[in-house]
């Protein structure tokens, strides 16, 4: 009796098992670590930044649609690789004076470029020259417009790709650590006011209409104008679980008729307003370009020239081995850092823009 | 559900908080496990389920009457079924693709019209694992080393154990259903243990292997016109490198998984690098696999007891079969030719110089000189049959073999590629470095306070959070 007492007693006092205080231990230190790390990261001048699609639009805007010469489209590789500003005084070193927006988004494909082109010439725009960053990935999706924030749950940093190594990165990194732990630990995110700040602007964004990082937009937009594309949920569904595949590993390049439809929408679309729409295949990293050849990459370009010459609309190459920048201009297999960008839009404003405004394409002279 | 997933911990953690509590009760512990197991593969394919609970039901019952029988034609004829049915599942998921396609080739070639139908059906995963270890089952029932379990629940566990299901280690009932069946005794220290080797395994999969993957190798395969030979030949040391740390740190995660619930799974890796021969580098390299070849197909083929000649021809059976078995592709069967052939020559040459398989310790520093030559030599060698098991086909290998003569630069352009080359050196000093190393760094984490535990933790949580971008599978999930 007096045993059985003692092994109760001794099961009522056990200590916590080792595991439980480790992972107690790791919750405060994540808590403790995020501090620094928000406030040095906040600090710190991110040199990959680009302005939100949205926040682009909002701009677009207050200028009453008036003034878009040249519009950038395309996915995060369009979006890393072309600067507006560079291109604005690139031009205007040749006498030539426009203005230019970069609509690209993370995560856009082709049908969300066309409802972007779509909704912007309804608005009142009337570029010259839409440049169309294309690549394999974005010709290969269906979905429209279906953007997964990490803002919501990372703070600040807004992609988890590989960087190049720099002191922004390492505080973007320290975001990746503490974040995914806490993901992990199913800790809530909203302590700091960062975050919430980040949630809120989220959430306005949302409220103009315009939101990359809600496909609620896409799909009554996908319902209203676009013939054949997914309707019910279970095929959006099946959007979602396919996009998510295809962010996770290299894809094979898929066929779709309607991508090809969408191109030809939005290309008789800029040119009923008077533009020109010059398609660009984006460059990528040479090593990320020969495993992509193991996974249709060729089948995809034969099938962007053909479209090309179907439409009548000028392709240009940039993933040659001639023509594609350095594998050092890249901050990642697919997006090219600010040096490479730079270097970049200089090359794509010299041998594509001005030309083509020279040759009858209107700007301010 | 894959390991580097992150709803892996989370799955982890409460399969673990869950037995823990239902240690004492016999039955809800082992339903516990059996749902862990089936929830953990339905994640893939919910319908192949039916596949695994097929093949679970039937050889608990052919075990059960091979036991029951004495009549010796009896037990054979049910061993025959078992065996043939699980390789028939096997060959119809894995195999029936390749040879229809062989076939329907050779009619062509032939002028003939007829072709096989060929089947759309994906191939489940770890079914080359499970029907190893249900053959293994049998057989060991057939040969009276064990007694067959009494229990289907037990047999089912065995089946679908969840840390080794997709990709081993293979394990045996012999060594599996008495730690099942022994009365689960918590041990701090093995749980803490069994943690480390999960951040280790995570460690080697998503900081080594995919790194030296996605930056070295992988563009060198798809396409080696496109490097120099000097390239070339770190892309086949970078993926001799990333398979290693692959699977290891695949194998590690599921021996510290099954140590945090109580049971051990049989190591499947010795620093196979270090071997000074082929011989001994499948003494160190998949293990599991090594040895089930061993007993269930070498020894019963008449292994090394009939003649040198029959020897050689066994080896070259066995080693063949095993290349087939990672899977249905040309590539494959050179791969384990190629392998039997080295284990011949080996045997060969030790018969013709008198020696026996032991390996003698270096003692001078010219044995040492000597083993580090044979070290280089075999790894170079392995390396060699690499090229085959990773290309697409043959053709590409020898793409891969033809560029390797074709200048000396690296090439290495983008930051990312120079720090993986860093971690091919880390890779390979670790590697080399002594077991003892190894086995005081894994005490040494154990012995820590909690907090320090929990630091080590949070960095390493951080590195592969950063790094987990490529999101690569585990590369032995395919077979």
């Known amino acids: ?365 | 559900m894959n390991f580097t997933d992150g709803r892996y911990p989370v799955f982890l953690l409460l399969i673990f908080t869950l037995y823990w509590l239902l240690r004492k009760n016999n039955l809800e512990r082992k339903l516990l496990l059996l749902a862990a197991g089936y929830t953990f593969y339905a994640q893939w394919n919910v319908k192949y389920l039916g596949l695994i609970i097929f093949s679970t039901v039937l050889d608990y019952f052919l075990a059960n009457a091979i036991a029951a029988k004495e009549d010796q034609r009896s037990r054979r004829l049910l061993l025959t079924s078992s065996v043939v049915v699980n390789i028939g599942v096997l060959a119809m998921f894995k195999y029936y693709g390749f040879f229809s396609e062989q076939l329907n080739e050779l009619l062509m070639s032939a002028g003939l019209r007829s072709s096989l139908p060929t089947l759309n059906i994906l191939l489940p995963v770890g079914i080359s694992f499970f029907t190893f270890e249900n053959i293994s089952y049998t057989l060991d029932v057939y040969r009276r080393k064990i007694p067959p379990t009494r229990s289907l629940l037990d047999y089912a566990i065995f089946v679908s154990f969840f840390p080794r299901m997709v990709a081993g280690p293979i394990i045996r009932a012999a060594h599996f259903l008495p730690q099942l069946n022994a009365a689960p005794q918590y041990d701090d220290k093995r749980v803490i243990n069994g943690f480390y080797l999960i951040l280790k395994g995570l460690a080697k999969k998503i900081v080594l292997a995919d790194m030296l993957g996605f930056w070295l190798a992988d563009a060198v395969f798809a396409d080696p016109s496109q490097y120099h030979g000097a390239r070339v030949l770190l892309g086949v040391y970078a993926y001799a490198f990333q398979i290693y740390n692959d699977f290891s740190g695949y194998t590690d995660i599921a021996i510290g998984s099954a140590r945090m619930l109580g049971f051990e799974l049989p190591e499947n890796f010795n620093r196979p690098y270090v071997a000074r021969n082929l011989q001994e580098f499948w003494h160190r390299w998949h293990i599991s696999l090594s040895t089930w070849l061993r007993d269930y197909l070498y020894i019963p083929l008449g292994g090394s007891r009939i003649s040198p000649v029959r020897t050689y021809v066994n080896l070259l059976i066995t080693m063949t079969l095993g290349g087939l078995w990672h899977g249905a592709n040309w590539t494959f069967v050179v791969w384990g030719v190629f392998h039997g052939g080295m284990l011949a020559i080996t045997r060969l040459v030790q018969r013709a110089m008198g020696q026996g398989e032991e390996l003698q310790p270096a003692v001078t520093l010219r044995e040492k000189a000597w083993v580090a030559a044979q070290i280089f030599f075999s790894f170079n060698l392995v390396c060699l049959g690499w090229i085959f098991f990773r290309a697409p086909d043959v053709p590409s290998a020898m793409r891969v073999f033809a560029q390797l003569g074709h200048g000396g630069s690296l090439g290495l352009g983008h930051p990312y590629s120079k720090l993986a080359v860093i971690l091919l050196l880390i890779s390979a000093v670790l590697h080399l470095a002594p077991l003892r190393w190894r086995e005081g760094a894994e005490e040494r984490f154990v012995k820590m306070p909690a907090h320090a535990q929990a630091a080590v933790f949070v960095v390493a949580v951080g590195a592969f959070t950063l790094l987990s971008g490529q999101g690569l599978p585990f590369l032995y999930f395919q077979f």
Not at chain 1, 89 to 115: H, I, M, Y
Not at chain 1, 167 to 193: D, E, K, S
Not at chain 1, 227 to 238: C, G, I, L
Not at chain 1, 303 to 321: G, H, I
């Open chain 1, 1 to 365: 009796m007096e045993k059985e007492e003692q092994a109760a007693r001794a099961v009522a006092t056990q200590r916590l098992p080792r595991l439980a205080l480790v992972m107690i231990w790791a919750a405060a230190f994540v808590l403790v670590l995020e501090f620094p790390v928000a406030l040095i990261g906040s600090r710190i001048q991110n040199p990959y930044a680009r302005p939100e699609r949205a926040a682009v639009l909002r701009a677009w805007k207050e200028l009453g649609g008036r003034g878009c010469d040249v519009l950038f489209i395309g996915d995060s590789r369009a979006g890393a690789a072309f600067t507006p500003s560079v291109m604005e005084a690139e031009a205007k070193r040749a006498g030539v004076t426009l203005r230019a927006f970069n609509l690209s988004g993370p995560s856009s494909t082709v049908l969300s470029d066309a409802g972007i082109l779509d909704y912007v010439i309804d608005e009142g725009a009337r570029p010259s020259l839409v440049i169309w960053g294309l690549g394999k990935r974005q010709a290969s999706l269906l979905d429209l417009g279906l953007f997964q924030r990490n803002e919501a749950t990372f703070g600040l940093v807004s992609d988890l790709s590989l960087r190049a190594p720099d002191w922004y990165n390492v505080c973007t990194w320290g975001f990746y650590a503490t974040g995914g732990i806490r993901q992990i630990m199913q800790v809530p995110c909203q302590l700091l006011p960062q975050y919430r700040n980040e949630l809120a602007a989220a959430r306005r964004n949302r409220g103009i209409g315009w939101a990359d990082e809600s496909s609620n937009w896409g799909r009554e937009y996908n319902k209203t104008k676009m013939p054949n594309s997914p309707q019910t949920n279970k095929q959006w569904q099946e959007a979602v679980a396919h996009l998510s595949k295809e962010k996770n590993a290299v894809a094979p390049f898929t066929r779709e008729p309607l991508v090809a439809e969408a191109m030809q929408f939005a290309v008789e679309r800029v040119r009923s307003v008077g533009g020109q729409v010059v398609f660009v295949n984006m460059p990528l990293l040479s090593g990320r370009t020969a495993v992509e050849r193991e996974h249709g990459y060729d089948d995809y370009l034969t099938w962007l020239s053909r479209r090309a010459k179907a439409q009548e609309v000028r392709l240009v190459d940039l993933n040659t081995e001639k023509g594609r920048p350095a594998d050092s201009a890249f901050k990642d297999t697919d997006h090219l850092g600010p040096q490479g960008a730079e270097k970049l839009t200089r090359r794509v404003t010299r041998g594509i823009i001005l030309p083509h405004l020279r040759a009858g394409g209107s700007a301010r002279q």
